[in-house]
């Protein structure tokens, strides 16, 4: 038994080895190609002769990728804590009140998961440049918004649902308001759901490219996904720096997916649950 | 006994407080409203005119939905969406459902079926960040990769195969597997990790069960191991499915709908259509029909994976 047993170990160990230099290699390439001189051609996986960071301050100066990301960061600091806050809400509600017709409520928005941006894209351009809401940040985070309210409100209405329903009842007997229940009673127990949909928000934010290519035409606005889509089209010849470029964009949401690695994997694993 | 008013005036205030809690319903609801359904609403409206996005539009009736499905442009990008199904969507799950098998065995075998993998925390973290990082910068790297003096090409040379190598996404054979193959590389880490996670879940019992009726690895999988993941697979087959009908990201840095029209998918033809081509009615009704798409897909896979037990 132990031969076999430690035969398959192996062949899973080396199976794992396998599938794991097949992720690596591509990031790895980006990241060698980024350290070569600028401007120069670049073939296959070539180590650098000399390791500098050139290609990434040119990339942040020179291409503008530090107005990039400070559009993208400020759009997420927008979208992350407004869903975060009307989620919850709506959450609390319709998980532990007996609204009536709550459930028709909560099915509108669980009828809104599969929406793809495709389907409300082009009225939005229209409508939004008609007030002013195209070419600003406003604009974006609030489509941004409503587009993760669907999952949001499913989340956290979910998770008000499996809280015990004795806690609400103990505090209401005490005349607690349905606020400070919210507030005292349930929010600290909601910390983790709270956790995870606020990564996965920043998630969806950061890497949202379709609605910003067009709800921003403004250069100047776009955020970093966005500017790197189109920065492929222009510089495509300096290999270096738009591979520079691409780690920047990759920087930000790979650090937040590392500190918050618990709540990401549940998130992407029990969130794609749902969905 | 009480009198009927009072007791009219006692139901009418408590109906006021069970609607006061969508108070905390009503701010969630009105951006989700204004920005996410009413736009989802003016789209089939639109989808109904000929309108350039300049002058006045003219009504056309259903004219733009026939052009969908007659138009070969159009009808050859949603094929070529189903083609990345293919890619998307059964590749990552066969993968994940292979490396389940193969991981999943000794722990099945060895009975009590907690054995954890050394290491398999580190490995899910390395898995999923193909899904965790920006669409757009995987279609970058990509893009690099199978460039003419990319990686792939590279190593087709070092290994003697130097005559297969092509400018894989300007090559009009290859181009829509080469994007496809983007997305199986993207997304068959989460399906593994999905079907890892949903195994640890199946009771031992049952695989002790299917072992004393004397079946080996393979039936074991057929019979316990797949059954069980019912529920995952159906999550895997929704979130992938969705990610090939809608894509864009990846198609636009990588291809751009190239060469010719040979990995045009809907929601590149969507964008273009609307604010290159002038054709907003058009690009309205291709939303629209994409999105009945992928609705009806959803829905038949959730009913399909319910299990059989009627629930009421």
Redesign the interface.
Known sequence: MSTA?RA??W??QA??AV??I??????L??FL?SMQPSGE?????AWPERWSLDNYRQAWTVAGFSDLMRSSLLIAVGVVPATLL??G??G???GT????G?DG?AA??VA?L??????????????LRGIGLTDSYLGVI??E???F??F??FWMRTHFRTTPASLVEAARIDGAS?WTILVRVLLPLARPSLTTLGVLVF?WS??Q??LV??LMQDAAKRT???G??FF?GQNNTD?PM??AG?IL??LP??IV??LF?RS??SG??QG??K? | MKRPASRTARRRSRSWRDYRGYLYVLPAFAVYLAFAVLPALHTAYLSLFEWDGVTLGSWVGLANYREVFTDPALRGSVVNALVLVVFFSFLPILAGLVMTGLLALPRSRSGAGQGRRRGMSGYRLLFMLPQVVPLVAVGVTWRWLYGEDGLINETLGGVGLGGWARAWLGDFDWALVAVGLVGTWVLSGLCMMLFLSGVQKIDPQLYEAARLDGAGPVREFVSVTLPQLRGELAVALTVTTVAALASFDIVYVTTGGGPGEETTVPGLLVYRLAFSAGKVGLASALGVLLSLLILVIVYVVNRLSRPERSEP
Not at chain 1, 114 to 127: G, R, S
């Open positions: 047993s398959e170990r062949s899973g199976l794992l599938l794991a097949a992720v690596v290699v591509p990031f390439s980006v190609a051609p670049v073939v296959g996986m009307l989620a809400a709506a609390y509600a319709l009140m007996r609204l009536p709550g409520v509108l928005f809104g599969t929406i793809p941006v495709e389907l409300i894209v082009v009225p939005l351009y229209f409508d609030l489509v918004i409503a587009l309210m669907p949001g409100v349905s998630m950061w890497n490219f379709l290519l067009v970093a996904p966005a790197l889509g492929v290999v738009l591979a691409t964009v990759m949401i790979t997916y590392l690695q990401f994997v992407l694993l794609a649950f969905d």
